[in-house]
């Protein structure tokens, strides 16, 4: 009945002024998919970009240029709670007048407080206080970091169940993340999945090595990737990602580093250009992350034509068609040796890759957020 009613909205007010739109993201300077997302958003709907920190040549890296950024504040790297500084920033930072806020950033839904009318896209409740909170906690060495943990949880878990009742509307970017909104944050959402550059990524050849494209950090479990082709010498991994340069993620990739066997490259911080070269001649794909919420890498494979390895949780479900993108596999070493042996002739997943990316195209994204938008006009 909802989405009805947005078809119809945006039918009565095709021919009607465009709107002057803000996107609100955190910081703007270690691109991932959250990132992406959000600049897509600035690009497409010619919107202008509200953030803390931003990063204009890797912003330009990952193909958008001449982004119109304001800059509330500048947050040093170098500093563990940067992001919790960037949400106090946006709770009380009176920012110029719009005729439309959309908060794309977890860390910035303190936004949606002082910013109104809105639109929450929410890629994830923030995951260390709500579905990985026992993990961290268990990470902490000692029993007073764990208490303080347990006080910043809680203190994190009311604002933003505070905050997110504030959004006029709420959309989720996968069912997995529509399905945490729900459970711990009471609210219903909406459900357009996220862009991934279906056009840019092209089948070339079948090389011979695996591809795995993700942050390092803890959630992704890279640790997984390495023993696995630890134990298959005579196959290759190139995992490509980025780091915040804080302390525990600079922790944990030295510690990846330490681990890494020689069938394994790390490459940090490529281009979209050099990162859409590897798609279209690796051999096939893999993903180990914990509960994704998406996983907007898996599609960008498939567009290229490859073929996914990816531990059967979360959003992967979502994505991966069980024997016919790839495999679906349980999160231990022997199931995803299992998976990687079976893909014999990676060719032969390339059409059913091609056309499951082509349900997430950049374009189809475009269209259902603009039909949402319409509404507010």
């Known amino acids: 009945m909802q989405e009805k009613k947005l078809q119809n909205h945006a039918i009565m007010n095709y021919n009607k002024p465009k709107i002057k739109i803000a996107i609100i993201h955190p910081c703007m300077d270690n691109i991932g998919g959250a990132e992406k997302v959000t600049l897509t958003l600035v690009e497409d709907l010619k919107a202008d970009l509200i953030t803390t920190n931003f990063d204009k040549e890797g912003v330009e890296k990952m193909g958008f240029y001449n982004i119109p950024v304001i800059?509330?504040?500048?947050?040093?790297?170098?500093?563990?709670?940067?992001?919790?500084?960037?949400?106090?920033?946006?709770?009380?930072?009176?920012?110029?007048?719009?005729?439309?806020?959309?908060?794309?950033?977890?860390?910035?839904?303190?936004?949606?407080?002082?910013?109104?009318?809105?639109?929450?896209?929410?890629?994830?409740?923030?995951?260390?206080?709500?579905?990985?909170?026992?993990?961290?906690?268990?990470?902490?060495?000692?029993?007073?970091?764990?208490?303080?943990?347990?006080?910043?949880?809680?203190v994190y878990r009311f604002l933003n169940t505070f905050?997110?009742?504030?959004?006029?509307?709420?959309?989720?970017?996968?069912?997995?993340?529509?399905?945490?909104?729900?459970?711990?944050?009471?609210?219903?959402?909406?459900?357009?999945?996220?862009?991934?550059?279906?056009?840019?990524?092209?089948?070339?050849?079948?090389?011979?090595?695996?591809?795995?494209?993700?942050?390092?950090?803890?959630?992704?479990?890279?640790?997984?990737?390495?023993?696995?082709?630890?134990?298959?010498?005579?196959?290759?991994?190139?995992?490509?990602?980025?780091?915040?340069?804080?302390?525990?993620?600079?922790?944990?990739?030295?510690?990846?580093?330490?681990?890494?066997?020689?069938?394994?490259?790390?490459?940090?911080?490529?281009?979209?250009?050099e990162k859409y070269e590897l798609y279209a001649n690796c051999k096939a794909f893999i993903s180990t992350s914990k509960d994704e919420d998406f996983g907007m890498n898996i599609i960008e494979a498939m567009a290229a034509g490859k073929p996914v390895v990816a531990v059967n949780e979360g959003g992967h479900k979502e994505s991966v068609i069980h024997n016919k993108t790839g495999y679906l596999v349980e999160p231990n070493i022997n199931s995803i040796i299992d998976g990687i042996t079976k893909i014999k002739n990676p060719e032969n997943f390339k059409e059913d890759c091609i056309a499951q990316a082509n349900n997430f195209s950049r374009q189809q994204f475009t269209t259902e957020i603009k039909k949402l938008i319409s509404v507010f006009q």
């Open 71 to 154: 800059s509330i504040a500048k947050i040093s790297k170098n500093v563990n709670n940067r992001l919790q500084k960037a949400f106090f920033k946006f709770m009380f930072k009176r920012l110029p007048k719009y005729d439309l806020y959309i908060v794309s950033g977890d860390w910035a839904m303190s936004a949606l407080i002082r910013n109104k009318p809105n639109i929450l896209y929410i890629h994830s409740p923030i995951r260390e206080v709500w579905d990985l909170k026992d993990t961290i906690r268990e990470s902490k060495p000692f029993y007073h970091q764990k208490v303080l943990f347990d006080i910043y949880a809680i």
């Open 163 to 273: 905050c997110v009742k504030k959004a006029k509307f709420v959309v989720c970017n996968s069912n997995n993340t529509q399905r945490r909104v729900l459970t711990y944050l009471g609210r219903d959402s909406l459900l357009i999945y996220p862009p991934v550059e279906t056009d840019n990524l092209k089948y070339k050849s079948t090389g011979d090595y695996w591809l795995s494209v993700n942050r390092f950090i803890s959630h992704k479990r890279i640790e997984l990737q390495l023993e696995t082709f630890r134990r298959l010498p005579n196959e290759k991994l190139i995992i490509v990602g980025s780091y915040d340069q804080l302390n525990h993620f600079d922790n944990y990739y030295e510690k990846m580093k330490a681990l890494k066997p020689d069938n394994v490259e790390f490459r940090t911080f490529v281009s979209d250009k």
